[in-house]
């Protein structure tokens, strides 16, 4: 499928997929993973990787579902990771996604936007505590995006 397609449809599923749902602030849901489509938006995959991130947590939707309708493999791979599966330690799902560098530049704008406390109601001890694992967890994904680009030039780094 071509990668404008893939995004318009990625948009449409993803909408579909967070129907009805809110975030902590009571706010539609699909308004995060737009968010965060539209920052990478300088590379049209990487843009679908974000717009589908919570896709296949949040919903009943799966890879095999991704892939049937034309979903290249390079989101598909990036979505796996960014997947945070039940039974999965915190730790061991950082651990994966510094695995893909496709994954590590989506993670990092989903915890900067999951960080911003004026999206919430309020702040609760609870949010202090998650802000500070997403703020280690976002330190980790920092050095792993480091490690890629000491290792490859800009040209390598996007993965087939």
Same mark, same amino acid.
């Given at each position: 499928m071509d990668k404008h397609?893939?995004?318009?449809?990625?948009?449409?599923l993803a909408t579909i997929a967070h129907r009805n749902q809110v975030d902590k602030g009571g706010n539609?849901? @699909?308004l995060h993973p737009l968010h965060l489509m539209n920052q990478l938006l300088f590379?049209?995959?990487?843009?679908?990787?974000?717009?589908?991130?919570?896709?296949l947590e949040d919903t009943g939707m799966t890879i095999s579902d991704?892939?049937? @309708?034309?979903?290249?493999?390079?989101v598909t791979s990036s979505l796996e990771l960014l997947t945070h599966e039940l039974?999965?330690?915190y730790d061991e799902y950082i651990d994966g996604i510094c695995?893909?560098?496709d994954a590590i530049r989506v993670k990092r704008k989903d915890l900067q936007h999951n960080s911003d406390i004026t999206r919430l109601k309020g702040v609760?001890?609870?949010?202090?505590?998650?802000?500070e694992k997403y703020h280690r967890a976002f330190m980790r994904?920092?050095?792993?995006?480091?490690?890629f680009n000491r290792k490859q030039p800009a040209h390598k780094r996007v993965q087939a």
């Open positions: 397609k893939q995004l318009s449809e990625a948009i449409v539609p849901y @699909i590379d049209t995959q990487l843009a679908t990787i974000a717009v589908l991130h919570d896709v991704l892939s049937r @309708i034309g979903i290249s493999q390079r039974g999965q330690s695995a893909n560098y609760t001890p609870k949010d202090l505590a998650r802000m994904l920092t050095e792993a995006k480091r490690a």
